[in-house]
C-alpha cells in the first residue's frame, strides 16, 4: 500500500469515525492493520474500537434498514438519510438543507450535502454541447424544430 492509499483510508477511518458509521471504521482499522502489521498505534485504535463497541453496533446500520416497516418519527437528518438510501438525491439535498439552516456551523451536513449534489450531478442526464459556430447552432435549432412540426 502507497503512502497515498494510505492516507485516503486514514480518511476513510476518520469520517466513519464521525459519522458513527463504526463498522466501516472497523472494517477499515482490519484493512490497514493487515497492511501494517508491525505499527503498534493501528492495532491499538482498532482494538480500542472494538472493545468500545456494542455487538449490534459491529451490524452495517444501512444494511438493517427495512423499508416497508413503519418507522417512528424521524429526526430531519435521519429523513433526509432514508431519501438519499432511496435515491432520492433531490429531496435529500432538500432536507439536508433545511438541517444546515437550523445547524448552520455543522461541517458534517455540509460535507454530506456535497457527496449529495456530486450523487445527483453523476446521475444527471448530460446535455449535448452545442457547436460553436453559430451557422450550425442555427441550423441544428431549426432542425430541431423542424423535426417537431406535425405534418399537415
Known amino acids: 500500500m502507497d503512502p497515498e492509499q494510505r492516507a485516503h483510508l486514514e480518511q476513510q477511518i476518520e469520517r466513519a469515525v464521525r459519522r458513527g458509521e463504526l463498522a466501516d471504521a472497523i472494517e477499515h482499522l482490519r484493512t490497514l492493520a493487515s497492511a501494517f502489521p508491525d505499527e503498534a498505534a493501528i492495532a491499538d485504535?482498532?482494538?480500542?474500537?472494538?472493545?468500545?463497541?456494542?455487538?449490534?453496533?459491529?451490524?452495517?446500520?444501512?444494511?438493517?434498514?427495512?423499508?416497508?416497516?413503519?418507522?417512528?418519527?424521524?429526526?430531519?437528518?435521519?429523513?433526509?438519510?432514508?431519501?438519499?438510501?432511496?435515491?432520492?438525491y433531490a429531496g435529500a439535498i432538500a432536507a439536508y438543507r433545511k438541517v444546515l439552516a437550523g445547524q448552520p456551523g455543522s461541517d458534517l451536513v455540509k460535507e454530506r450535502l456535497a457527496e449529495l449534489f456530486a450523487l445527483a450531478q453523476a446521475r444527471a442526464?448530460?446535455?449535448?454541447?452545442?457547436?460553436?459556430?453559430?451557422?450550425?447552432?442555427?441550423?441544428e435549432l431549426l432542425a430541431r424544430i423542424d423535426a417537431r412540426r406535425r405534418p399537415s
Not at 442526464?125 to 459556430?133: A, F, I, L, S, T
Open 125 to 139: 442526464p448530460k446535455r449535448p454541447v452545442p457547436p460553436k459556430d453559430k451557422t450550425l447552432v442555427l441550423s
Open 45 to 88: 485504535k482498532l482494538r480500542q474500537l472494538e472493545e468500545t463497541l456494542q455487538p449490534a453496533e459491529l451490524m452495517s446500520a444501512k444494511a438493517n434498514v427495512r423499508w416497508d416497516s413503519p418507522l417512528p418519527t424521524l429526526s430531519p437528518v435521519d429523513a433526509a438519510e432514508r431519501l438519499a438510501a432511496k435515491g432520492d
